[in-house]
């Protein structure tokens, strides 16, 4: 089963994160989603997006994050892009080490890799892709 991807376009202006949520209700109700996952794919595109804006659009409200979810078989597809320069997921630090516990932030990309059933980066990390199993 291969369903039409969902879509959303947002400017760099963190005030968008609160149109996430809606977002993924459409999809949950479209894709027909079990309840027991959505919490984990809207805290991990949450952190997405707000990555996105930040750290790749550097709230640049005249750049846009795109958002595509895609159901195929039993697999939802999350992709998040940005249009920033990318990073290196690699170099993120581990926010579990002791010397970042007490950091503010730092912890999105560990909380899509605990929350998702697999994370891939592409275009040199503008795009962040997170498949859930269903």
């Known amino acids: 089963m291969s369903l039409e991807p969902i879509m959303l376009k947002l400017s760099s202006d963190t005030r968008n994160i609160a149109l996430v949520e809606s977002f993924v209700e459409r999809a949950v109700e479209q894709y027909q989603i079990a309840p027991d996952i959505y919490g984990n794919i809207l805290i991990t595109l949450t952190e997405a997006v707000n990555n996105a804006i930040i750290h790749g659009n550097s709230n640049d409200e ?20 940005d249009e920033g320069e990318g990073f290196d997921h690699s170099a993120v630090p581990d926010p579990t080490a002791p010397e970042n516990l007490l950091q503010v932030g730092g912890r999105g990309v560990f909380l899509m890799q605990q929350l998702s059933d697999s994370v891939y980066f592409h275009n040199n990390g503008s795009t962040v892709e997170m498949h859930f199993n269903l």
Do not use: G, H
């Open 62 to 81: 005249s750049k846009t994050v795109q958002i595509q979810l895609r159901r195929k078989n039993n697999c939802l597809a999350v992709r998040v892009t």
